[in-house]
């Protein structure tokens, strides 16, 4: 009979635990500095998984009229940006936004994820699109279970009963 030797099975042991303790969690990134610079200047650099190719190319193509702000881009940082989006961007269906502008915060991900949050933030209720209220790694590309924290007196998809 041959043994295994310790340090082998330690790994494979290691290795089976790794994504059970993953679960739930989703992590980004790194993102390229352009990015983080361009789009992180306004808001959270959000990570380009949460969009499908669709939706990025219409957003690059409305930076005119990017939700009521001109976040026009030089051609080349543009041109950069849109082929890193593109490139990380979602094939699955539930990350294709719903409506006329895209929205990460229309995706049927993010609706079952999140229930439906207000456009804007009120007292107690987070807005949709400022991930970083309740993803406290938000900025870093976590978006880990464990690191939530939701504001006093919000319960988690709250918005589903308003």
Same mark, same amino acid.
């Given at each position: 009979?041959?043994?295994?030797?310790?340090?082998?099975?330690?790994?494979?042991?290691?290795?089976?635990?790794?994504?059970?303790?993953? %679960? !739930?969690?989703?992590?980004? !990134?790194?993102?390229?500095?352009?990015? @983080?610079?361009?789009? !992180?200047?306004?808001?959270?650099?959000?990570?380009?998984?949460?969009?499908?190719?669709?939706?990025?190319?219409?957003?690059?193509?409305?930076?005119?009229?990017?939700?009521?702000?001109?976040? /026009?881009?030089?051609?080349?940082?543009?041109?950069?940006?849109? %082929?890193?989006?593109?490139?990380?961007? /979602?094939?699955?269906?539930?990350?294709?936004?719903?409506?006329?502008? %895209?929205?990460?915060?229309?995706?049927?991900?993010? #609706?079952?994820?999140?229930?439906?949050?207000? @456009?804007? /933030? /009120?007292?107690?209720?987070?807005?949709?699109? #400022?991930?970083?209220?309740?993803?406290?790694?938000?900025?870093?590309?976590?978006?880990?279970?464990?690191?939530?924290?939701?504001?006093?007196?919000? #319960?988690?998809?709250?918005?589903? #009963?308003?």
């Amino acid at each position: 009979m041959k043994t295994i030797p310790f340090a082998v099975l330690s790994s494979f042991v290691l290795a089976a635990l790794v994504p059970a303790a993953r %679960a !739930g969690d989703h992590i980004y !990134g790194p993102y390229p500095a352009n990015y @983080v610079q361009e789009c !992180g200047d306004c808001h959270l650099p959000y990570p380009p998984q949460l969009l499908g190719s669709e939706g990025w190319k219409q957003m690059i193509g409305r930076l005119d009229r990017h939700f009521g702000t001109d976040a /026009s881009l030089e051609a080349k940082a543009r041109d950069e940006i849109a %082929a890193f989006l593109f490139r990380q961007a /979602s094939g699955r269906d539930k990350h294709r936004p719903v409506g006329a502008e %895209a929205r990460i915060t229309t995706t049927a991900w993010f #609706r079952h994820e999140h229930g439906n949050l207000p @456009v804007k /933030s /009120s007292p107690g209720r987070p807005a949709a699109a #400022r991930c970083e209220t309740c993803h406290q790694g938000a900025a870093k590309g976590r978006f880990a279970e464990g690191e939530i924290k939701l504001p006093a007196g919000y #319960r988690h998809r709250e918005g589903d #009963r308003s």
